[in-house]
């Protein structure tokens, strides 16, 4: 019996014919299909109904496909919400990921197979969140239970609770040596880690007092005292200098404790060797040393690239900030000419060598793609590279299940001219020299990876001498303030422009300093990159 014959899905769309055709598509699909000519009408059925998964459009007559999504997120938190709609909704569909309401997005026009599988997918991911409410809700229920059994023992053994907490200490060292010595300091036991790291047997520890075992500065000290007054005080830490068989010197941390065993107070010692534990330390610390260098290698030989100093007609700055760990900030600088060259920056998702590995690879599929072209006496245009670039990498990038928020830059010095292509990333800043005002550039397009057919729209913008270029990573704007707010767009765009004056270095300088004085560190979660271009 198909699991998915109680399921129940909402389709939801103002156009007639389309809700007729995906009627059609999914008449043989086994779970239950409701169809809705509104917003309106789709929460009505939410309400009446139990619904696992909305299909909306985004631009309806009355409430939209956003709204109605923002009130199942409310109403409904378990529906599984998937957008269809057209690249020009792609503000409201950017806002709608960001937001976290929706599970997927479906292109229009729809391709009837790679539906359904989105739709399995969400029917997936909803028994999966019914699965984690019900199991949470039988954990909590046995919890209760537990508490009140606990309850129950801990009136029950209370007298027994002094020896069995004593006992505990010692079973969750195991691995340390463990010795039991009555009220003269004599050593009546031995654990197997003790005979390790000491070099005697456990029958030629029963012939020891515990002062045998230590350095002749820790018999003055008093030590063999303190251990044995152990018996009628709180339990005890120490660190003293121990003796091996062998003659040779070990340092040794040890817990003091007592416990009654056939009536007959004894003292239990716990002791950590120090020594193996600063080996282990040192050695750890050296481990995280090693991978910070590769990482900072990787960084700096696959992700990041050297500001040109051969380009004329503009300087250029530059500074990634590392988060401390492997990101997926790139960026790099082809120059074609002496005042034409192309800038990249790049942000790919999550964190890790995965991420890091995917950067470089498309700033090489860049490069490669360039280079395909170069028996051409003129450069290609920017679109061209970037809709060649797609088309290698995006069924790669679907199949790893990442995608990367892109701004591909064509700088024209001589003709006066940017060319840009945003696929997804932050805003650019622009101040304008001959009246120090200040806008932002913004492309349309989704981040590469994330959907199989794109058309990239270029942004011409004319760019005069004195103007100013502020390209930067949301590792800054979405760097973490100590009241769990944000640095923000507008901030950055208040210091630039306050700066404007200054020269690049002294731009990012300020842009630098205002970020970590406002996060209160140098350490951020994310990558922080910034690229400030002076037109000259």
Known sequence: MDMNTDINILIVDDEQDTL??????????????????????????????????????????????????????????????????????IGMIIDSINSGVIFRFIPKPMEPERMKAIIRDAIAFYRMQLEHREMSALAE??????????DELRLMTTRLQDSEQRFRAMNDAAFDPIFLLDAAGRIVYANVAAETIFGYTRKEFLSLLVGDLMTPENIKAGIIEKLLTSLNTAPKELEIDCLKKDGTDV??????????????PHIIMIARDNTLRAQEE???LELEKVQKTLESQIERRLLQRHVPITLEGASISHFMLSSGHLNGDFSDFIVYEQQLADILLGDVMGHGILSALVGSGIKSLYLRTIARKSFRTTVPELQEIV???HRECIHDLLDIEIYATMLF???????????????????????????GTCSLLKGSNLPIG????????????????????VIYSDGITEAQLPDRSFFGEDRLIELVTRHQKACTDDILLAIRQELSSATGGTTFEDDASCIVIRIS
Not at 27 to 46: M, V
Not at 251 to 264: D, H, M, R, Y
Not at 409 to 435: E, N, P, Q, W, Y
Not at 451 to 469: K, Y
């Open 141 to 150: 229920k046995q919890n209760r239970y537990l508490t009140q059994i606990n």
């Open 282 to 284: 040192k050695s750890r």
């Open 450 to 469: 994330m959907v199989e057919e794109q058309d990239f729209a270029c942004v011409d913008v004319a760019i005069e001498h004195g103007d100013t270029i």
């Open 409 to 435: 830059f064509r700088l024209d010095l001589k003709h006066k001219r940017l060319s840009m292509i945003d696929c997804g990333h932050t805003s650019t800043i622009h101040v304008h020299a001959a009246d």
């Open 251 to 264: 340092n040794i941390g040890i817990s003091v404790n007592t416990a009654k065993i056939l009536s007959v």
């Open 387 to 389: 809709t060649d670039l």
């Open 20 to 89: 007729f055709a995906l009627k059609r598509y999914l008449r043989l699909e086994p779970y239950t299909t409701h169809f809705a000519k509104s917003a309106e009408q789709a929460l009505e059925t939410c309400d009446t109904i139990n619904i696992a998964v909305v299909v909306t459009d985004l631009r309806m007559p009355g409430m939209s496909g956003k709204e109605l999504l923002d009130a199942l997120q409310e109403r409904h938190p378990l529906i599984v919400r998937i957008i269809i709609s057209g690249t020009e909704d």
